[in-house]
């Protein structure tokens, strides 16, 4: 590769971190309205205290005990907006960018580890999940940390002081990442697997400097497996126990390995790689990231032809644990981008050294074009976002009707007004709030956030009670809330068209108020005139 391409590509390198970090902050400005997914978490924050994130989530979430903790202070100290609980992620997210930089730069020589980054920072999915209400861009920063000082360790310091100091900021690291970040624990694995074998069949042949890695190595394990058992006791179990059902959702039983059927693993396996989990800069289900993936394997022979077979251990030695998980069903293979994002790191740096190898034998003017069309075509991507964020920003039409229909509720509804809400309903007319999903989650913090009355949902019996109780000088309101798509309990209609009828024979005729929101989501707001 020409000196000249090289020079030219880490320039355009850096303007590709500046339109990265641009579209973080643009993308974090916008203030996209919580979705479902966010709010899944998000509600549980009104009414728990810090110790009651211990025990399990509504929702039957599953997330780390000191993120949720770190969330839950957000929260407090900032209040409910979506910048304040985005906040964490986004801190992740900008540290990340710079780490995965750092990564690159010491782990593979220019052009592989420039490009390696660009397809990083031109990616969709590590970008969206910096400006989001989850776990995983601090999962892809706890990787990036501990990848960065097993470089240090190998590459960098020799003074025993430098050493015994990195050594320590790396278990620490890997010690809190149990309780922070879930898949770090996989990533920890690794690392520990890597200078352990270094240290009993690397090439040093003194001793002194093998016990220097198996000492702490085996000091390493034995805190991460005690702390890791004790998380698992008293925090992940019981959470995992009560979202038992998560593993027979359709999105994560494709995920774990037909063990019953050993014969049909290597098609899952490449039918897992092929999907979300190499989706950078973008990919799709279905061998959606087919082509990402061909650069990774040609990424992956280039580094094992270059007697660096230790070094891609180091990269994918977490596939092995994160395989070892899902065989247990405790952990997806894949299946998302966010499950696996701790993978990010190894899956573009890969897939840029693949590009590089790609044309490695080709003259150098096509080198130069190919990289110049690989430049403008991943800096147009990330440029792509910005304008798509600008010209939509929401996740769905339906976040936003969300939002509105709050805003509308705490303008029009008068202080001395009593509001219940009806929705599909379980036994005892309790809110069936869960096969509601994500969709009624998002319904519910907006009007714990920007609605100013309490609403009481539930089913005939809890309104009818509400509208007979006690001195009632201002309107009745009754909130219908429904949401057919993908559910098994369609909305009650003839049991909520026989509480209409007891309500009108009891207060009068009521006003109606469509809201919808998307598809067959949609709110029906009924208001009753004053007792």
Known sequence: ??????????????????????????????????????????????????????????????????????????????????????????????????LMLRFC????????????????????????????????????????????????????????????????????????????????????????????????????????????LLLPSTLWAIWLAISAIYMLRIFANPHAASAAWLTEMAMWKPTFPPLEEW???????????????????SGGPNYGSSATLLLIVIGVIAVWRSQRRGFLWLLLGPLVFLFIAAAMQRYPYGGSVRVAIFMAPAFCLLAGHGLVTLFSRTPAKVQAGVMVFFCLALTAFAASGVVRDLQQPYKILADQKSLEFAGWMEQNIAADDYVAGFCNTERGYVPD??????????????????????????????????????????????????????TDMPFPKGEFDLLLEKLTAERGPSKHFEFPFQNVERVDLYRFAPR
């Open 105 to 212: 730069l010491r782990a593979l020589p220019q052009p592989s580890a420039l490009l390696g980054f660009a397809i990083f920072a031109a990616s969709y999915y590590p970008l969206r999940h910096a400006v989001e209400l989850k776990p995983y861009a601090v999962d892809l920063l706890f990787a990036l940390m501990m990848l960065n000082l097993a470089l240090d360790l190998l590459q960098g310091a020799t003074e025993k002081r430098a050493q015994k100091g990195k050594w320590i900021l790396l278990m620490v690291i890997s010690l809190l990442g149990v309780w922070s970040s879930f898949p770090s624990l996989f990533v920890s694995g690794a690392l520990i697997v890597f200078f352990g074998m270094l240290g009993l069949f690397g090439k040093a042949e003194d001793m002194r400097a093998r016990l220097s």
């Open 263 to 281: 014969w049909r693993i290597p098609e899952w396996l490449l039918q897992a790689h092929a999907g979300y989990m190499s989706a950078y800069p």
């Open 1 to 98: 590769m020409l000196d000249v391409t090289s020079r030219a590509l880490l320039v355009w390198t850096w303007i590709l971190v500046g339109i990265h970090l641009v579209w973080m902050g643009v993308r974090y400005g916008l203030g996209f309205p919580i979705w479902g997914d966010e709010a899944f978490v998000a509600v549980n924050f009104y009414d728990h205290s810090y110790l009651d994130l211990v025990q399990p989530l509504e929702y039957g979430q599953i997330a780390p005990l000191l993120w949720l903790w770190l969330e839950k202070a957000c929260f407090d100290v900032f209040g409910a907006s979506p910048w304040a609980l985005r906040l964490p992620a986004l801190l992740a997210g900008i540290a990340s960018t710079w």
């Open 433 to 486: 709030f869960f096969h509601l999903g994500g969709s009624m989650a998002r319904l519910r913090f907006h009007l714990m956030r920007d609605f100013a009355h309490p609403v009481l949902w539930g089913g005939p019996i809890s309104a009818l009670a509400l509208s007979r109780g006690g001195n009632m000088p201002g309107h009745f309101w009754l909130i219908a809330y429904s949401d057919d798509n993908q």
